[in-house]
């Protein structure tokens, strides 16, 4: 079975630009969280969403932004880029509960 | 506040040498411990899932236990490619967001 895929793999952008990140979860899990990891930390979580419904977010700013689509498939768009924004952002997808989360290799974002 | 801490930030050991990670957390009711794996330009790798105080789990060298405020992560005779980071993550409160430590870094030498 496929297991969670990202894409792009790697962006490079400009300060003052937006970035849509694109997440494709396994098949049958709903739920879609979202993380940022700066080298060095661990994942930071940014947002989840589960049945299209945003169900938490993290302490990021309103720049940050995220939506899921019905085939549970989600988005995560950040505009005004930062420097600071450059990071690995990883997509996890998990069944509903505390059922363990299942990460794709992230959207490795570099900002210039 | 929820917070995990992991100890320690880096480990080399010998092929062979057996060792502990160490995972402290403080969290509001927890739902779940979770342990990864992760390789440099990787997402973490799912390892295992720990519940409730006196669980355990095993994976071929890795074995996972658990405390009310810490849990162990046992990695016997390793080998070179058991290399990676490991990162130790906690689910608590209300909301279903994982609240990870900075992970210790292992290095395991032939």
């Known amino acids: 079975d496929a297991g969670v895929t990202q894409s792009p793999t790697h962006l490079i952008k400009t300060r003052g630009q937006h970035v849509t990140l694109r997440c494709s979860p396994i098949?049958?899990?709903?739920?879609v969280s979202w993380y940022q990891q700066v080298l060095g930390q661990g994942p930071q979580f940014i947002f989840q969403?589960?049945?299209?419904?945003?169900?938490g977010r993290g302490n990021f700013p309103d720049r940050f932004s995220a939506r899921q689509f019905p085939n549970y498939s989600s988005e995560l768009n950040v505009n005004a880029l930062l420097l600071g924004d450059s990071a690995l952002y990883l997509c996890?997808?998990?069944?509903?509960?505390?059922?363990?989360?299942?990460f794709g290799d992230g959207t490795r974002l570099s900002i210039l | 506040e929820d917070q995990v801490t992991q100890s320690p930030e880096a480990l080399r050991l010998q092929e062979g040498e057996s060792s502990s990670l160490n995972c402290s957390y403080t969290?509001?009711?927890?739902?779940?411990l979770f342990w990864y794996r992760q390789d440099p330009g990787k997402g973490p790798e799912f390892l295992f899932t720990?519940?409730?105080a006196g669980e355990e789990k095993e994976k071929e060298r890795l074995k996972a236990t658990l405390t009310k405020k810490e849990s162990f992560l046992h990695i016997t005779a390793p080998k070179p490619e058991d290399s990676a980071t490991y990162l130790c993550?906690?689910?608590?409160?209300?909301?279903?967001?994982?609240?990870f430590g900075t992970g210790t870094r292992l290095q395991v030498f032939p």
């Open positions: 996890a997808s998990s069944l509903p509960g505390d059922q363990p989360q299942h």
């Open positions: 098949s049958g899990h709903k739920s």
């Open positions: 969403y589960y049945e299209k419904e945003e169900r």
């Open positions: 969290v509001s009711g927890l739902r779940g």
């Open positions: 720990l519940y409730s």
């Open positions: 993550a906690v689910h608590g409160g209300q909301t279903d967001k994982l609240i």
